[in-house]
C-alpha cells in the first residue's frame, strides 16, 4: 500500500492529452514539493518534473505538472507510442522519508 | 556529467546481509549540493524509499526499514555503500542508487541492480 494514491493505469489515443493524479495528505504533498518520474519498460525512471512544475533540461515541454492542497497531476499532451512508460510521482513526508505512488501505466493506443 | 553505477551479489540467502555499493563519477561525494539515496522497486511492483545519506554522514531512513539498513559514505573511494540486514524473500528487488536534491527529485539514477534473496 502505497503512501501516495495514484490511478493503476490510464489510456488516451496518440495526439491526445491525459492527465495522471496523485492523491497525498497534509504530511506529504500538502507541505512539500512534488517530483513526477518516467519509467519506461526495463529501465531506471527519470524525472520528468520536479518542484510541482519544472522541467529539467531535455524534457520537453509536452510534459506539465500542477500541484492543488495535498493532490497533484501530470500532464502529457501530443500522446506518442513512446509515452507508454509506468508513471510515478513523489515527494517528501513528514517521518523524514520519500515516499511515492504506486505508479500509473500509460498505454497509448 | 553525474553518473551513478551500482554493485554487489545478485544473491543473497536469507538471514545474511545485503551489501551494495554505488560509484559517482562526475562529482565527489563529498559535494555539499546534494543528498546520496537508495531505492527499491520489487519486481513488477513500485518504488519504496531505502535511505538517503549527506556527506557529513546525516541518513534518513525509510520508518520501515530503518532497524536493518545502513548507509555509508566513503570518500576515498567517491563511493557510498547500503547495508541490509536480515533479508528474506521480500527484500527482493532491483535496487537504485540515485542523486537526491532538495525534496524528493532522484536525479539521475543507476541503471539499477537486481537483487535475489534465496537460498
Known amino acids: 500500500q502505497s503512501v501516495l494514491t495514484q490511478p493503476p493505469s490510464v489510456s488516451a489515443a496518440p495526439g491526445q492529452k491525459v492527465t495522471i493524479s496523485c492523491s497525498g495528505s497534509?504530511?506529504?504533498?500538502?507541505?512539500?514539493?512534488v517530483s513526477w518520474y518516467q519509467q519506461l519498460p526495463g529501465t531506471a525512471p527519470k524525472v520528468l518534473i520536479y518542484?510541482?512544475?519544472k522541467r529539467p533540461s531535455g524534457i520537453p515541454d509536452r510534459f506539465s505538472g500542477s500541484k492543488s492542497g495535498t493532490s497533484a497531476t501530470l500532464g502529457i499532451t501530443g500522446l506518442q507510442t513512446g509515452d507508454e512508460a509506468d508513471y510515478y510521482c513523489?515527494?517528501?513526508?513528514?517521518?523524514?522519508?520519500?515516499?511515492f505512488g504506486g505508479g500509473t501505466k500509460l498505454t497509448v493506443l | 556529467q553525474l553518473q551513478l553505477q551500482e554493485s554487489g551479489p545478485g544473491l543473497v540467502k536469507p538471514s545474511e546481509t545485503l551489501s551494495l555499493t554505488c560509484t559517482v563519477s562526475?562529482?565527489?561525494?563529498?559535494?555539499?549540493?546534494?543528498?546520496w539515496g537508495w531505492v527499491r522497486q520489487p519486481p513488477g511492483k513500485g518504488l519504496e524509499f531505502i535511505g538517503s545519506?549527506?556527506?557529513?554522514?546525516?541518513?534518513y531512513y525509510n520508518p520501515s526499514l530503518e532497524s536493518r539498513v545502513t548507509i555509508s559514505v566513503d570518500t576515498s573511494k567517491n563511493q557510498f555503500s547500503l547495508r541490509l540486514n536480515s533479508v528474506t524473500a521480500a527484500d527482493t528487488a532491483v535496487y537504485y542508487c540515485?542523486?537526491?536534491?532538495?525534496?524528493?527529485?532522484?536525479?539521475?539514477w543507476g541503471q539499477g541492480t537486481l537483487v535475489t534473496v534465496s537460498s
Open positions: 545519506i549527506y556527506y557529513t554522514g546525516s541518513t
Open positions: 540515485s542523486v537526491l536534491r532538495g525534496e524528493a527529485r532522484f536525479d539521475p
Open positions: 562526475g562529482d565527489s561525494v563529498s559535494s555539499s549540493n546534494y543528498y
Open positions: 497534509s504530511s506529504n504533498i500538502g507541505n512539500n514539493y
Open positions: 513523489g515527494t517528501w513526508d513528514s517521518s523524514l522519508s520519500a515516499v
Open positions: 518542484e510541482n512544475n
